[in-house]
């Protein structure tokens, strides 16, 4: 079956993570992304490592199933003929800082006036208003301003960013959602729009919990190691070789009595410091050495097997290579090779989205640089090979290029 949005075309003028990660998002519902690249180079994470077969495994990752054109946006035959593009798009997609695209003269006015219909994303750092909108911003940035490096890491510790750009990956995720409402609005007014997504703001978004947490107590949430502010025992515990989590279920207190059964707690029961998820959370000191130090007598497989059988919600603390491996992971084909015939073959992590009637997955390897720049202006303009020739004479357009990462790492 066709994938949902195999009808919508995106022009993707995005770099690095943030923009290219949405992209991708709407590449594997079955969108045309149309990845629009400066030539001779393209994005520069086209040299961001590790690398296989001189190629970038983490370009690899979010661009996979593009397409490229190379257009050189800072000549005015180059910026026309994106513009002429744009009249056959659905959506525009950028992530430079405030007012770059409106300075180049393609920025959302240009473009609507071409297009009344187009849907306009930019993704930045900080907005395109407000008082931090011309400044950079790159994930490390926006995840220390939006707090939650504060309250990440093991209590009283220095501040811990999370080892994954989420930072990049919530604001690509609310950006492609964003591009999904506005294409939806579209079919009652018939119109396009402007979408302004913040990194910063996502990451307020994100952290939800811990802003009303601090708007309603007064008292600014600090780091946990792996606890909840609210639920106990909701973290990881050590056992004889390794660790694994528990997490009891708000209210569930026949939960709790299992547990402290199955760890020969039974006194606990009843000790009136934990009767109640409230007054473990509050008398969490008191209670955690005890649940460590009978987790340490059996190793985790023993003890989810035992956990697992009385319907307490627990999970082993997996490493990347252990994930990699999970049973329920392959049975939900979340890992996916992908094949180039420079590259080789990378396994990927797929798209989570399951849908019942339409397709959804990996469409194909990442482009090369300028590799469509060809086919896609005959397909959209119509343009035939000798027309693209003079246009790549002239300095207009590549197709092909990309950087040489053999040479870059002599």
């Given at each position: 079956m066709p994938g949902p949005l195999e009808d919508v075309v995106v022009l993707d003028l995005t770099w690095i993570l943030s923009g290219p990660f949405a992209s991708m998002v709407l590449c594997d519902l079955g969108a045309e992304v149309i990845k629009v690249?400066?030539?001779?180079?393209?994005?520069?994470?086209?040299?961001?490592?590790?690398?296989?077969n001189?190629?970038?495994?983490?370009?690899?990752?979010?661009?996979?199933?593009?397409?490229?054109?190379?257009?050189?946006?800072?000549?005015?035959?180059?910026?026309?003929?994106?513009?002429?593009?744009?009249?056959?798009?659905?959506?525009?997609?950028?992530?430079?800082?405030?007012?770059?695209?409106?300075?180049?003269?393609?920025?959302?006015?240009?473009?609507?006036?071409?297009?009344?219909?187009?849907?306009f994303a930019s993704t930045s750092g900080f907005g395109q208003t407000g008082p931090y909108r011309d400044r950079p911003a790159l994930d490390v940035i926006v995840q220390a301003m939006g707090g939650i490096m504060s309250i990440t890491g093991e209590p009283g510790g220095p501040?811990?960013?999370?080892?994954a750009s989420y930072g990049d990956i919530s604001a690509g995720l609310f950006t492609a959602v964003a591009i999904l409402a506005a294409l939806h609005e579209r079919e009652r007014s018939g119109l396009g729009q402007a979408i302004d997504v913040s990194?910063?703001?996502?990451?307020?978004?994100?952290?939800?919990?811990?802003?009303?947490?601090?708007?309603?107590?007064?008292h600014p949430p600090e780091p946990l190691g792996t606890r909840h502010p609210s639920a106990a025992p909701f973290q990881a515990f050590p056992t004889a070789d390794g660790h694994l989590v528990i997490a009891l279920a708000f209210g569930e207190e026949n939960q709790w009595h299992l547990l402290c059964g199955a760890l020969g707690l039974v006194d606990l029961i009843d000790d009136e410091r934990f009767t109640t998820g409230p007054k473990r959370t509050?008398?969490?000191?008191?209670?955690?050495?005890?649940?460590?130090?009978?987790?340490?007598?059996?190793?985790?497989?023993?003890?989810?097997?035992?956990?697992?059988?009385?319907?307490?919600?627990?999970?082993p603390v997996n490493g990347i290579a252990q994930a990699a491996t999970d049973p329920q992971l392959q049975a939900r084909g979340m890992f996916q090779d992908v094949s180039h015939p420079r590259a080789g073959t990378i396994r990927l992590a797929n798209t989570p989205i399951r849908l019942s009637r339409s397709d959804s997955g990996i469409q194909g390897p990442p482009p090369d640089m300028g590799a469509d720049t060809g086919p896609v202006l005959h397909d959209l303009l119509a343009l035939d090979p000798a027309a693209v020739a003079a246009l790549e004479a002239r300095g207009i357009v590549a197709t092909s290029g990309g950087p040489d990462i053999a040479s870059l790492l002599a």
């Open positions: 690249e400066r030539p001779p180079y393209g994005d520069v994470a086209r040299t961001s490592g590790p690398y296989q001189g190629w970038s495994g983490y370009f690899f990752s979010v661009n996979r199933g593009k397409r490229s054109v190379a257009i050189d946006l800072r000549k005015a035959e180059g910026r026309d003929l994106f513009l002429r593009l744009t009249e056959r798009a659905d959506v525009v997609m950028e992530n430079f800082t405030p007012g770059t695209m409106d300075r180049l003269g393609i920025g959302y006015e240009a473009v609507r006036r071409r297009n009344p219909r187009v849907v501040p811990v960013r999370p080892g990194m910063l703001d996502c990451q307020v978004a994100v952290l939800e919990n811990a802003f009303m947490r601090y708007f309603v107590t007064g509050a008398n969490h000191a008191a209670l955690e050495p005890l649940l460590s130090a009978a987790f340490r007598t059996k190793t985790a497989g023993e003890w989810l097997t035992e956990l697992e059988a009385l319907g307490i919600p627990c999970g």
